[in-house]
T-cell receptor
Framework: NAGVTQTPKFQVLKTGQSMTLQCAQD?????MYWYRQDPGMGLRLIYY???????DKGEVPNGYNVSRLNKREFSLRLESAAPSQTSVYFC???????????FGSGTRLTVV | KQEVTQIPAALSVPEGENLVLNCSFT??????LQWFRQDPGKGLTSLLL?????REQTSGRLNASLDKSSGRSTLYIAASQPGDSATYLC????????????FGRGTSLIVHP
């Protein structure tokens, strides 16, 4: 029973490089979310997908793009990484929020 | 816009104490409220989920209550242990047709032997 799986767990990028963070859930949830967590800032929503085929911006979408590949997978792409994107990224999923939210273990990203 | 406040921001207690962590929110028209635990460098682990129609939920030494009318929830930890040391976050599971959760900043708990 894997829940929400994120890859990679750690990544170091140089400024300007691109990468995609992967997230997959096996709970047949409709909604998926990407958050970043920074010291003193709490969890901030980057993008979310209320259902397969839809995506919407959250609180801090600049510099990111997302793809809801299918019901299971929701990826986050950094096209040109910046040091300000150094953070811990969490993916979460829910059955439209009514049964709570399940989080992945996170990706720790450092941009140098 | 829903705002969630957790007080205190940090707490240090000796082992064995009973604790109360507080979470307050501004919009009472919520679908549910969820308490999470986060260990350093780890993800969020769900502890308790209270639906809007419920008043409390219990799991082992944990009890969470919900009072929508006053915009408050409390997480009660009985007989605290060093293994309870972590950050505890509350999340409001959406309001007014939106299922996007709003998180508090968390309470950082240290239980010392």
């Amino acid at each position: 029973n894997a829940g929400v799986t994120q890859t990679p767990k750690f990544q170091v990028l140089k400024t300007g490089q691109s990468m995609t963070l992967q997230c997959a859930q096996d709970m047949n949830h409709n909604s998926m979310y990407w958050y970043r967590q920074d010291p003193g800032m709490g969890l901030r929503l980057i993008y979310y997908s209320a259902s397969e085929g839809t995506t919407d911006k959250g609180e801090v979408p600049n510099g990111y793009n997302v793809s809801r590949l299918n019901k299971r997978e929701f990826s986050l792409r950094l096209e040109s990484a910046a040091p300000s994107q150094t953070s811990v990224y969490f993916c979460a999923s829910s059955d439209s929020g009514l049964a709570g939210y399940t989080f992945g273990s996170g990706t720790r990203l450092t941009v140098v | 816009k829903q705002e969630v406040t957790q007080i205190p921001a940090a707490l240090s207690v000796p082992e064995g104490e009973n604790l109360v962590l507080n979470c307050s929110f501004t919009d009472s028209a919520i679908y549910n409220l969820q308490w999470f635990r986060q260990d350093p460098g780890k993800g969020l682990t769900s502890l308790l989920l209270i639906q809007s129609s419920q008043r409390e939920q219990t799991s082992g030494r944990l009890n969470a209550s919900l009072d929508k009318s006053s915009g408050r929830s409390t997480l009660y930890i009985a007989a605290s242990q060093p293994g309870d040391s972590a950050t505890y976050l509350c999340a409001i599971g959406g309001t007014g047709g939106s299922y996007i959760p709003t998180f508090g900043r968390g309470t950082s708990l240290i239980v010392h032997p």
